[in-house]
């Protein structure tokens, strides 16, 4: 029987699709279920109906084989594909020019014509040090393209489940690996193509920035410098976990150290402009990356690798199979445990 007290977390990513089932009683939040599939099917631009129906039947496998009873669904939107980001304005100045300066600039910042894209903007007035160092009064802009929010319903549909909201999958990480932790931190998920990195300040993410790498590029690093194939460096990263810094394989310490550059680009920027971060938390799913966690002990903000699973309770009998897949299901757990709707 469906039940409207549980709640779906559905994530789309480049190259897997991840789902998880969240029962929400009295004030608790508890794992029901969970199912993980790989996916070739192109996420970018409007899907046509033959894209929607292979979304479909996968989505629509994992609900069947994992006994899913919920319909009530919050749906992830891939970071890369929101705009995230804050300006800062004159003191003096009141909302509606703040509204015109940002309309005139939109076409310069925004990853798509502003006319294709839903575009909000909120001040932040939570932090006083803004205006001491810098003068100004600070925004955060939020934009979604149209094609985003068109791919999402038309897929619903299709797979007749109560479409309850959209959200950026770096919020729904926020809600599953930082809460109710409000200090100044540097989320970084590695994902399965792209890596995003954002500046979480009091639980408000302020920015995201995104590197066109992630779990693909080091697994195959992984293959090429162990003489394996694809399938097999995946099974390896899993059940490698974590090992000495010295045996970590060039290829691998060539792409960490582009994640390191980045990351140091990042904190250095945030610093500038008054959000200088407490610490990085790390999630997704190459946080079992022979080596990841001792090639940034040295790192000059501390790393912790994300735990999703702190704020909901799970079986003993679900959490041996849960818990390895932890943050690779950080996302779909932030959905699901959304109990605003």
Not at 149 to 157: A, D, G, M, Q, T
Not at 263 to 271: A, G, I, P, R
């Given at each position: 029987m469906f039940s409207d007290k549980n709640i779906i977390g559905l994530d789309i990513g480049s190259e897997s699709i991840k789902i998880v089932e969240i029962a929400h009683h009295e004030g608790q939040k508890e794992l029901l279920t969970y199912?993980?599939?790989?996916h070739t099917v192109p996420l970018d631009g409007y899907w046509d109906s033959n894209r929607l129906r292979k979304l479909s039947t996968i989505i629509e496998d994992i609900l069947d084989t994992g006994n899913f009873k919920g319909v009530k669904t919050v749906m992830g939107i891939q970071s890369k594909d929101v705009y995230v980001a804050t300006m800062d304005f004159e003191e003096g100045w009141d909302k509606e020019a703040i509204q015109i300066e940002?309309?005139?600039?939109?076409?310069?910042?925004?990853?798509?014509?502003?006319?294709?894209?839903?575009?909000?903007?909120?001040?932040?007035?939570?932090?006083?040090?803004?205006?001491?160092y810098t003068g100004k009064q600070r925004v955060i802009?939020?934009?979604?393209?149209?094609?985003?929010?068109?791919?999402?319903?038309?897929?619903?549909?299709?797979?007749?489940?109560?479409?309850a909201a959209l959200e950026n999958q770096t919020r729904s990480q926020i809600?599953?690996?930082?809460?109710?932790?409000?200090?100044?931190?540097?989320?970084?998920?590695?994902?399965?193509?792209?890596?995003?990195?954002?500046?979480?300040?009091d639980?408000?993410?302020?920015?995201?920035?995104?590197?066109n790498f992630g779990v693909q590029k080091i697994e195959q690093d992984l293959a090429v410098s162990l003489g394996i194939d694809g399938e097999s460096a995946h099974?390896?990263?899993?059940?490698?976990?974590?090992?000495?810094?010295?045996?970590?394989?060039?290829?691998?310490?060539?792409?960490?150290?582009?994640?390191?550059?980045?990351?140091?680009?990042?904190?250095?920027?945030?610093?500038?402009?008054?959000?200088?971060?407490?610490?990085?938390?790390?999630?997704?799913?190459?946080?079992?990356?022979?080596?990841?966690?001792?090639y940034f002990r040295d790192f000059q903000v501390p790393v912790f690798i994300a735990n999703p699973l702190r704020n909901i309770a799970v079986s003993q009998a679900l959490l041996p199979y849960v818990a390895p897949a932890g943050n690779q299901l950080s996302t779909a757990i932030g959905l699901a445990l959304r109990s605003d709707i």
């Open positions: 199912g993980i599939a790989k940002i309309d005139k600039q939109s076409s310069y910042f925004l990853p798509y014509p502003p006319d294709e894209m839903r575009l909000s903007w909120n001040l932040i007035n939570d932090d006083a040090r803004i205006v001491t802009v939020n934009a979604l393209p149209d094609f985003v929010i068109e791919n999402s319903k038309n897929l619903l549909e299709h797979l007749n489940l109560d479409g809600r599953s690996t930082l809460e109710p932790d409000t200090d100044k931190t540097i989320l970084v998920d590695i994902g399965d193509k792209y890596t995003t990195l954002s500046i979480i300040v639980g408000t993410l302020r920015s995201s920035m995104h590197i099974n390896f990263k899993k059940d490698l976990g974590l090992v000495n810094l010295y045996q970590i394989s060039p290829q691998i310490m060539d792409t960490l150290k582009i994640l390191k550059n980045e990351m140091t680009t990042f904190v250095d920027l945030n610093k500038k402009i008054a959000q200088d971060p407490n610490k990085i938390v790390i999630t997704g799913g190459a946080v079992h990356t022979p080596g990841l966690y001792e």
